[in-house]
């Protein structure tokens, strides 16, 4: 059986180097470099097995996804990701598990270039959770107060596939043979849009990726900035197969408005910016779609065939959904 | 029931705000700024129910305890403690257990001046996840890969009190009464040594904490510095309870050289700096011991009675002792 020192020295000594890391994983902690003239960026989350994910889910999917969740609150501030922590609570040390999943994490990690540089194995139920760091340019980081009135309303991507999935593996639906490997992957392996949030730190008012659930999120920024939103149901962009998969408003409506998971952005764009904004998306092939504009009437309406329909205000709430 | 947000908002959005925090809890993910000139340090460690603590260990002493590790790890380097995320993952949501662990994490933040910066609560078996952040002026880390032939070997404080107060709550021997508030203190009210790793900065080749073990963390620093070390048990200080409970060879060896928990410091002076290293010392009142020296021959031998005895060279290893 593996010891917690092999454990880390075999599975989570990746090569990758950077040259901002003085010294990574093998101390009491690690010494690093932030860039002058940036601020550091650095947020938790973690994921528990039953809870952010079905117990079944594979090592690989849950590496994946557990770094790509804070890759995604780096997208959503804009920032360049640089270095994490992985702090991993294990039943047991299957190798087989810990190898694969070691594999998935070091491939994320390398694709966007980011270093593991302090990690901690304990025993107990299966949990992870990573702190990440990045960078922003002094005073460009996007944050969620700085909405204001006549902004436009963006998402990226599509919404609700991560929400569908869940639905179906919970037995709340079923789904066409067909799209069961699309709409996993959206639950499983969400993109982080860190390209898209780089681009954003010229032209956004406010950021947030969408976690909670389209209309909470909103709402995490209209209390911020003090203002309210409307959106158009109509507008909001869903995939071929998650229209493919359900007909029924009565599903269909809470999954793309509270359903979450889905580590799209959600931003505003001045008025003034738009078209520029446009552009420049379309030259760079992201997928973004206006969806509503900010309105300094406080709380978040929806409008679905001209019609305001009853918002559940709900986002994805551990202590209250499980 | 109070939601994640509001457990959040509630709990743990304490008052402290340090003009390096840009945006604190509350959005993506925290700005900081890095003082110029300085490095990050940044280090995780968990605590698991069950495994690292004691089930039945109070709400108070849990937070104490999870935030004076990670302390120690700064202390460790010779950093000043900056920036603290917290992941926690609560098995329900026990208002007057949240009020405590957060009332006792806030006083040791505050005793600190460090800020929380971002959390996550999840639902799950207890465990406390925290990633600190600290800063020292640039190449002045200390680490544990410059020990050097010659150099003294010292420890703070006193060894062996945490893995005595352990080995009672597993039953392994019985306390004196007059001795069990004293060690208990030891096992979850560790202080860390962050004056004497600020004040380490000018006169130590390495250092580490000792949470492992004080054989096992020894070696940390040899194996990573390719040198050796031979300490002196007679040397080792034991505090008066620890003496005073124990007579037996086969409980105090392991426990004062493989015992671990104990958060002291064990760092290496140069000979050519050791009389004004003890006078500094002795002057902010602090107290160490000189226990033995690095030599180049690998490996650690420890004497007692004029001879080398057997030592075991196991750490607390999460997965071989649990």
Redesign the interface.
């Known amino acids: 059986?593996?010891?917690?020192?092999n454990?880390i020295r075999q599975y989570f000594t990746f090569n990758e180097t950077r040259d901002d890391v003085?010294?990574g994983i093998?101390?009491?902690?690690?010494?690093?470099?932030?860039p002058?003239h940036h601020?550091?960026?650095?947020?938790?989350?973690?994921?528990?097995?039953?809870?952010?994910f079905p117990i079944e889910t594979s090592a690989e999917d849950v590496a994946y996804k557990a770094l790509a969740v804070n890759l995604s609150?780096?997208a959503?501030?804009g920032?360049e990701p640089a270095?994490f922590?992985?702090?991993i609570?294990l039943s047991d040390?299957n190798e087989v598990w810990l190898e694969a999943f070691s594999e998935s994490l070091s491939s994320l990690a390398k694709k966007y270039n980011i270093q593991l540089?302090?990690?901690?194995?304990?025993?107990?139920?299966l949990?992870i959770?990573i702190?990440?760091?990045?960078f922003?340019p002094e005073g460009k980081?996007l944050?969620?107060?700085k909405a204001q009135a006549t902004d436009k309303i963006y998402v990226s991507g599509t919404i609700g596939d991560a929400a569908l999935a869940l639905a179906a593996w919970q037995g709340q639906c079923l789904l066409r043979k067909e799209s069961i490997s699309y709409l996993n992957e959206k639950l499983n392996r969400p993109k982080p849009q860190i390209e898209l949030g780089l681009l954003l730190r010229d032209y956004a008012t406010s950021?947030?990726?969408i976690s909670d659930g389209l209309v909470a999120d909103i709402m995490h920024v209209t209390e911020?900035s003090q203002v309210g939103a409307k959106i158009y149901f109509e507008k909001i962009p869903l995939s071929k197969e998650f229209n493919f998969n359900l007909t029924d408003d009565a599903l269909i409506i809470p999954l793309v408005l509270s359903g979450g998971d889905d580590y799209q952005l959600c931003f505003t764009i001045p008025v003034t910016k738009q078209t520029e904004f446009d552009k420049v998306v379309k030259e760079n092939k992201i997928s973004v779609t206006c969806i509503g504009e900010i309105e300094s009437q406080p709380g978040v309406r929806c409008i679905k065939n001209n019609k305001e329909i009853d918002i559940q205000d709900a986002g994805y709430?551990?202590?209250?959904n499980?």
Chains 1, 2 share one sequence.
Request: proline share 3%; charged share 15%.
């Open positions: 059986m593996p010891t917690e020192f454990i003085v010294l093998g101390d009491d902690a690690a010494v690093l470099i932030v002058e601020q550091l960026i650095q947020s938790v989350d973690t994921l528990v097995a039953g809870v952010h609150d780096m959503a501030m920032a270095w922590t992985l702090a609570t040390n540089i302090g990690g901690d194995t304990t025993n107990g139920p949990c959770s702190t990440i760091n990045g922003v980081a944050t969620r107060n950021c947030i990726d911020n709430e551990h202590f209250t499980d």
